[in-house]
């Protein structure tokens, strides 16, 4: 089993920035899988947002945010963090961490989501 814990989450204006957390335990989860985000604005289908292989060599992202977010990890403490910058009204959605064997397949655990709104 995998338990994922994000954080972070929160309201902010356009143009701030956000820090989200997910911390991973469990003991099906090891260092060794990949880590990412999805996430899913009102109304629409969840979607990519970035993922990270276990040594954080290979990083891949979102046209819609690539450049503005980064996506990294510390594998000390399972976790995998979401810097988010220059934020957008539509970067509103809620932000689930994601885990998986493999960077193909990090949506293998889902957390519960943290909720990002950003106000114009």
């Known amino acids: 089993q995998v338990q994922l814990e994000e954080s972070g989450g929160g309201l902010v204006q356009a143009g701030g920035s956000l820090r989200l957390s997910c911390a991973a335990s469990?003991?099906?989860?090891?260092?060794?899988?990949?880590m990412g985000w999805f996430r899913q604005a009102p109304g629409k289908e969840r979607e990519f947002v970035a993922r990270i292989s276990w040594r954080g060599g290979v990083t891949d992202y979102a046209d819609s945010v690539r450049g503005r977010f980064t996506i990294s990890r510390d594998n000390a403490k399972n976790t995998v963090y979401l810097r988010m910058n220059s934020l957008k009204p539509e970067d509103t959605a809620v932000y689930y961490c994601?885990?998986?064997?493999?960077?193909?397949?990090?949506?293998?655990?889902w957390g519960q989501g943290t909720q990002v709104t950003v106000s114009s």
């Open positions: 994601t885990v998986g064997p493999s960077i193909e397949t990090i949506s293998s655990y």
């Open positions: 469990g003991r099906t989860f090891n260092i060794y899988w990949a």
